[in-house]
């Protein structure tokens, strides 16, 4: 059996001009939440959908304590973060959900 995985993600809308930074335990259902417009809010109302970043922690808290560090830095910074793992800024969707 596994241990359950955390993860601090940030998503965007299409034209990558408003990001948001979230952490879940299933990040699958959590984006396809996105996708959907299951969630309200911010991210329904700026149509954040593409799924740009993503880490995976073991631990709930380490997951929190990055989430509010990056939710702390300017737009530079986390574009910056996004470029180490996804120069492309594709949706990395497809990806986790096979």
Do not use: C
């Not at 417009?37 to 799924?51: A, E, M, W």
């Not at 973060?81 to 096979?98: A, G, Q, R, V």
């Amino acid at each position: 059996m596994s241990a359950k995985q955390y993860f601090v993600y940030i998503i965007s809308n299409f034209r990558r001009t408003v990001l948001y930074t979230g952490v879940t335990d299933n990040l699958v259902k959590r984006v396809w939440q996105h996708k959907n417009n299951v969630v309200k809010g911010f991210t329904q109302k700026y149509f954040l959908h593409s799924l740009l970043y993503y880490e995976i922690f073991d631990n709930p808290t380490l997951a929190i304590e990055r989430e509010k560090q990056i939710k702390g830095w300017v737009r530079k910074k986390k574009d910056e973060l996004i470029m180490t793992i996804n120069p492309e800024l594709k949706d990395l969707y497809e990806d986790i959900s096979k």
